[in-house]
């Protein structure tokens, strides 16, 4: 299948800058979490679950990483095409949490949160492409959920580089084809949070791809907004209905 | 920021203190890398490097083993990164911190991933030999700044070993042929990468940082151990003298705007190809000794 | 990707709020037995135009690409109107197995405006074919033929969902058939109709049945005005069908016990093959007990045979008996559309590899002169080693940018290899490099064996790779010489000298003083590896003294050492163009071993007591020290010697040395030595520049002669005393007279052109013969004969002397009965062990083991032979790459004579540059079909690209357009003739 038709036409049917299927709910899970959400990226599915702020289990011993803030990423072997078990010491998962633990750190305001512990797990239902920038949205939502105090909305989006065409929201395919950039933008602003990039890619084509990525998050950042006001006025009108 | 180790509150107001005025306390210009120095030892493949009071040493093996199933067509490459308490008392031994795993993730793919080393050109017998590269990193002090100077050691310790030459016979047999009997073959490097890394300084509140848009925050180039410890966040960019970015690496901290990422960006840039020349000048006087020291003996 | 089958249909779509409606397509792949199910997300849209200039709505739909750019709508207003068939005014809509069969009079100008290709059958096609995809997407970028791709599996309108049980094929006529009744309905009021072109008749029922105009591919071309023109490119309506599964799969090879079973008995021959220069399909084995050697044909009975493969054969039945081809089939021209990546399809172009099967089959039972055919059915030894090649450009895909790795084609230099499969992730780095690559192995199920890639050498053309690639290519041993061999170096290094006490050791004691003799050198100017010197003297009986002194090598080349095996390995040294790739490190060949003048030297001496007939009265062989006088160029000792008032002693013995010569020469000739020839030129570097200047033919001096005749002298002398001392190893090279059998073609070319014969009871005949062939009105047609007799010789070979008879010894093109090679121990290892056995043979000291082991000298002689033979074919490469460099800058009208006639080609060689090449009928002419090949006469009659008949015979004479042209496939520079 063409990557990308000299038509302008992706090999899924979008467009250069169309974001695929973007579906969030929050407060999922409400029994077995104080916060949760639910995050479909096109064909990429995950829950996240918050638990906390609450009393570190071992307060006697300085738990190893020092933040207060863990995450934790579970990937079931359904998860990809290859029903690949993934392994608990995966260095790619670690990685990726830690990644996540150091982008919260700077969101939420741990300073109302002292010797407490908040802890996020995540698990993945399926994975086709963007997994991180699910994972961070997700947490953005649960966490918000879960009514722990952030500075701002967290979200985040990869755009990879098709020849000199940038693309938006790549899905498995793409992302195997193409270099891309992960980024995660701090509400509406310019300010990046987060970055990652992992293959070859010109230095002349990072701006480029930086801007594009911006308005991305912020599409995305809109479109957890609303869901969330949605949410909101739902809770807010089974109050008032009582 | 590793933490493990803490400093006091005077010590950290007047390090923030002088940075703001644009000041650092080895007398560096923010903007200022350390000097490089390259020690290339006896045998292929080992290099010694120093980045101010950082030191590595580096070795380079190879062997003949099975290529993974999945990828006949190539050789393995593994780099193996071990901090010890040697290199700093906040390291531990046997478990590995969150940075240790972020530094090794870092180099395996800035050196790994990105090709710097020719895999295909690895492979023997498609599906049933192929050389194995192994990369040993002896962290031997710390003064900050892991990353790059992993990154600069291992490339150099690839661009000087050599690996045995070997043929195949018609029975598909490989011969080795010891390196006194056949001129041993460099490895095929496709390009070099070179990391550089970013630390942020943030002089005012973390709300300014978010919402303000002063973008006062204090960038440093190449931190030392008593700036990583104060700042918050760094963000590490990879690249060749092909204006290729091979990874970038910002892992949450303090949010910085678009155009100052590109300014570091090219600042690295500057930074990378001097570096890069720097390696290959080391590699080729080391070959030029060498090939002296042959000539001596035997011409 | 391997195939794929959609197995869940009927998914459920949702309306997005951008406008989008995302459904899912839902696959089965199957890859190596196993079945994964992939989820994919497909997204339906409605700005998809239909791209016809006079659609009203389309335009308001558009949407832009990142660079801000609008479709253009290409379709023209007012296309091709046809009276007939009730088409009217009308766009064409192809299907899958139309572009993949008939892409060439899709491509062509007279026909074909206005075309739309469904998503659907491009889909298809690029899996099929790369190559034609890419074809087809370069047709619609030219704006003349307005071709479009119509995305119309991503138009909500035209998308359909597959139907439970429905087959993909059907599925996709389905689909194409849709966009058919999209644009019919799209462009109704507008006036303008869409004709769908299938050959599937099938499809064409359903598509009638739904009122669509569908017209198969030749029912359409007759309808056109210009359907004359058109009508011979038309592909014949049911030759390729692509729906059959994969069909390449080559027959097992027999079991290790059936075959060694076969062999003993008889059933099976063992051999190695040979596969033809000129047709790739086509090998020999040359097999002891038959006469003939036994023809391989085909892609199936060469079951994945290299050149050079060790093999089992079976014979085949004697109605598959065959002559030899005389088609070129070429292998890029044959599967030029093959895709790398897919093993499913690869039998596109495979009916017209049967089709010239089919019409050699034919001729060859019209013709008495059959050879028995036989099949492959298992490998002994792979011949396999690193190939130099380069990627097919046609193989990758141009804009992929990521770095998982693909399959594509590596075309190797040696166009009797097929390509190679490799899976690389640098493939688009790679394009335009020359690099190495191994084979693997070659599966049953592939057509194409695999490999992988080992390292680039270079831009191709850029001198260094090609250099390195022709010494890969040949398996010149070119790495630098070890640590352990410089070890075994004198440690004086270049301060190395004859020792000053000539009583110091044993051996010293045995070498003679020949300080006060008169040597000189003469070899070609600038010459540094010095291995031969001379001297004569006349003695006071009348006779002569003369001395051959040869550098002694051996002095420093102890046997068992490292320099030793690395000698014995190489074999020889290998002169290209611009480098010399030596056999024994710089400081011996060019300076301790060299005989330079002015200096003391060691020396291995033969001395003559030559009489005034240059008979030999006695020889004397002794190791020597010399100091040569004078280090001559052939050119510098011809003119002394012709230099009347140069009357020294050093210039007189010179010329008694070529009084000497000349007679030894006429001897030579008298006794039957064969003068033969080869178009071999040299290059002249341009001294500044390092490029290559021009191109002369090779002269000869009468210094040349001198020289030669007394190493000759001394070779035979040499062979007859080692022979005597070690009549079962000694170090021989012989010659074997040619089996009449390679000489039948010619004689009979020559009998029936020019009406001459060569004789061959002898090469005293043979020689004679040759001097009668000559042709009053062509003075360089004797030449021409000597070259393409020297083609028909047998090549000379070193061998042990254990291993023939005395009489079989003999060396036909010099005609003496003894021979082997003593004077350039530096560059030949042959000449070392022989200076060895000749050492052993005086006394001097002992012979090593290693030479007196009939196993062990079987194993060097082999290695030599080889090195031998490959250090002639990579010096001739060499050449042969910068003769193309030279005719890159001055294309030229050249002399040419035609020297080999195929019924669809000649091949012609041009004297001048020393090359040969190919021209193809269709270079040839235009209009294949009217060429006659007259297999009896040697002559083809064709119509020439003027329209004119003409006829050519093997030997004419013929005016070439000489040039030079990069092969696209190979990257190599080849000689480009067009007949004038």
Redesign the interface.
Known sequence: MEVYSPEGLRADGRRWNEVRNFKCHINTHQNSSDGSSYVEMGNTKVVCLVSGPMESPSSGRKPNSSSNLTVSISMPSFVSNSRKKFKKNDKRIQELCIFLVKTFEQIVIMKNYPRTIISISIVVLSQDGGLLPSCVNAITLALIDAGISMYDYVSSINVGLYDTTPLLDLNHLEENDLSFLTLGVVGKSEKISLLLLEDKLSLDNLEKLLAIGIVGCHRIRDIMDQEIRRHGNLRLSKITNK | MP??IDVSNVAKDFELESLKQGLRLDGRKLNEFRDVEINIGNSYGSVDVKLGKTRIAVRISAEIVAPFED???EGLFMINTEISPMASAMFESG?Q??EE??I??LI??AVR???AL?L??L??????KCWSIRADIHYLDYDGNFADISCIGVLCALLHFKKP?IT?N?H?EIIV?P?????PVPL?I?HIPICVTFAFFNPND??E???GDSNAELIVVDPTMGEELLA??S?TLT?NKN?????????????????V??DC??LA?EIACRITDQIREAIKADDAKRAEK?LE??? | MSAIETAVSGNPKKRLSSGLTVTQKVFVRSRNGGATKVVREHYLRNDIPCLSKSCKRCPNIVKANAQGEFPNFVLETDPLFLKNGKIGKHYLILDTNIILSAIDLIESNLSFYDVIIPQTALEEVRNKSFPIYLRVRALCKNEEKRFIVFHNEFKEETFLNRNKDESINDYNDRLIREVAKFYAKHLSDVGINVVLLTNDRNNLSKALNENIITKTLSDYVELLPNADELRDLVPSEFSNDFSRPNEVSYPEYFSTSRINGGIKNGTLYQGSITISSYNFLEGSVSVPSLPKPLLVIGRENLNRAFNGDLCVVELLPRDKWRKPSSTIVDDEVINKNDVADNEDNEIIISDQERRLLTQEAIEAQNSKEIQPTGRVVGIIKRSWRLYVGQIAPNSINQSHTGNAPKSCFVILMDRTLPKIRIRTRRAKELQGKRIVIGVDSWPSTSKYPEGHFVRTLGEIESAEAETEALLLEHDVEYSPFSKNVLDCLPKEGHDWKVPVDLQADEFIKKRKDLRDKLVCSIDPPGCVDIDDALHAVKLPNGNYEVGVHIADVTNFVKSGTALDHEGANRGTSVYLVDKRIDMLPMLLGTDLCSLKPYVDRFAFSVLWELDENADIVNVNFTKSIIKSREAFSYEQAQLRIDNPSQKDDLTEGMRVLLKLSKILKQKRLDAGALNLASPEVKVYMDSETADPGEVEIKKLLDTNSLVEEFMLLANISVARKIYDAFPQTAMLRRHAPPPATNFETLNNMLTIRKKMYVSLESSKALADSLDRCVDPEDPYFNTLLRIMVTRCMMAAEYFSSGSYSYPEFRHYGLAVDIYTHFTSPIRRYCDVVAHRQLAAAIGYETLDPSHRDKNKMELIVRNINKRHRNAQFAGRASIEYYVGQVMRNNESKQEGYIIKIFSNGIVVLVPKFGVESLIKLDQLSNDANTSEFDENNYSLKFKDTNGKMRTVHIFDKCEVEVKSKLDEATGKRRAQLILV
């Not at chain 2, 492979?123 to 049933?128: F, V």
């Not at chain 2, 390196?179 to 001129?183: C, H, L, Q, T």
């Not at chain 2, 204006?243 to 155009?259: P, Y």
């Open positions: 933490k493990g990828r006949p067509f478990r911190s969150d795993i972020l090794s993730r395996e793919k991933r990105s090709n020719d295909e050109s492979c023997i017998i498609a599906g049933e030459d195949i018609e598909q042929h390196i006194n009997e056949r001129v095929s496709l973390v709300e940082n978010i919402k918050y966040g963000l690249m204006r290729e970015l091979v990874q970038i690496s910002k892992a949450g901290g303090l949010s910085i705007d678009a155009m990422i590109m960006s090219n840039y042959r003996i035997r011409l």
